[in-house]
Structures are given as C-alpha cells and as structure tokens.
C-alpha cells in the first residue's frame, strides 16, 4: 500500500564503495525526484525526472547518477562514496511537474534513505 | 526563486492556535505558496497550497496578504501529534520547472 518506497531504509558503507539507492512510486505519477536531507536538515533538490526524462538536474558531483527504467521507478546510484554523502536521501513523486494553474504540483516522499558513509 | 524566512523555532501547547509567519519579499507574480510538514525520521508532506487571500483545508489555513511578501499557517487546537517541521516554500511553477526549494523550517514544539 506504501505510495512512494525506498530501499534500503539503512546503508551503512565504507568510503570508497559504490551504492545504489531503489525508490518505486504505484501512485501512477508522471515526475520522480531525489532529495538529499544533511545533518543540518536542509532538504535539498538533486535530481528530477518527468516520463523518464531528466528535467532538473542541479549541482550534484558526477559520482551520482540517477536511472529511471520505467515511470514507476527512479534509482540513485552513487559511486566512490565520500564521507560527506552521508546523509538522508528522499526520493519524491508528483501527478506531473507542474499543475495546470501554474503552481507546483504536490510532491508526495518516500520515507528515505539513511545513508552513512564511515 | 523567492527566498523565505521563517522562524527557526516555535514552542506552543497542546489546544492552542498555532500562526508560523513567513516572508518572501521578492516572491514573483506566478510563484504560489506551499507548506509542508516534516515529522522526524519521515519524508515532507504536503499542508497547504495558496496563490492570494485565504485558503482553508482539513488540517490548516493559509492567509496570504495582498502584497503576497507574506503568508501565514495557522493550526487550529494543536495536539502533541503536530510536534514537526513546517517548512514555507516559493515558487516552482512554470518558471522553475517545478523545482522545490526547502528552506530552514520552523521546528514546532507543542507540549502537554
């Protein structure tokens, strides 16, 4: 019944590794997102996607990469992980980008994914 | 993108009115207002959305003055379950693409 889910809901790594992060939305949206929320809880947009399109893609480090094989799914694969990657990374769904009066569509999260990087 | 300014925390107790003032001076003519709630160890979910004057849903009402450079949430007769972060968000219409700007939040601290 979960609409927006992450796995895993834990990651606990060394530096240097290589990660991937699942999110799955069944709410039949059109855009995905991904978040990244620092110890100091700005909430942070990295990455968005609207019908497997990338649409917004901010000043995230090439060691991100964002995959969207479908609607329903968009992953976050991360690479050579620095101890300042640790953070909590919320994936994010929405109808569709924007709505039809102009103002941001509702953007429904996922429960996140708590990643520490020792 | 609109910058925000809220407060950084808020103490109130349980049945209270509850009113988070947030400012945006430079907010553009198509930008819309939205408030989002953040309970800890959990994803922002949406509250509220406005454009002008007053909006009222099931959880809260928003109160945007005619310049728009503010806009208030109020919760009626909070309860310790409203224990979060409110977050005032500007903009990500057509001109943003959408894009969601989160700023500090005000941490709400209702107690018994």
């Known amino acids: 019944d979960t609409a927006v889910s992450q796995t895993p809901k834990y990651l606990v790594t060394q530096m240097g590794n290589d990660k991937s992060i699942k999110c799955e939305q069944n709410l039949g949206h059109d855009t995905m997102y991904w978040y990244k929320q620092d110890s100091k809880k700005f909430l942070k947009i990295m990455f968005s996607y609207n019908n497997k399109e990338l649409i917004i893609n901010e000043t995230v480090p090439n060691r991100f990469s964002p995959k969207s094989p479908d609607k329903a799914h968009l992953n976050l694969h991360i690479n050579s992980l620095e101890l300042g990657d640790s953070a909590v990374y919320f994936c994010?769904?929405?109808?569709?980008?924007?709505?039809?009066?102009?103002?941001?569509?509702?953007?429904?999260f996922g429960p996140g994914t708590r990643l520490l990087v020792l | 993108l609109a910058k925000t300014t809220q407060p950084i925390s808020m103490d109130s107790y349980e049945g209270q009115e509850v009113n988070i003032t947030c400012s945006h001076n430079?907010?553009?003519?198509?930008?819309?207002i939205t408030w989002y709630q953040q309970f800890p160890s959990q994803g922002p979910r949406f509250i509220i959305q406005?454009?002008?004057t007053k909006v009222t849903n099931e959880v809260a009402s928003l109160f945007i003055p005619a310049d728009r450079k503010s806009s208030t949430l109020s919760l009626p007769r909070v309860s310790l379950s409203d224990t979060a972060v409110y977050y005032c968000l500007v903009g990500g219409g057509y001109n943003q693409g959408g894009k969601l700007i989160f700023g500090q939040g005000t941490e709400l601290s209702v107690k018994p």
């Open positions: 994010a769904s929405s109808q569709d980008a924007i709505r039809a009066s102009g103002g941001q569509e509702t953007q429904y």
């Open positions: 430079n907010i553009a003519t198509n930008d819309y």
């Open positions: 406005g454009y002008k």
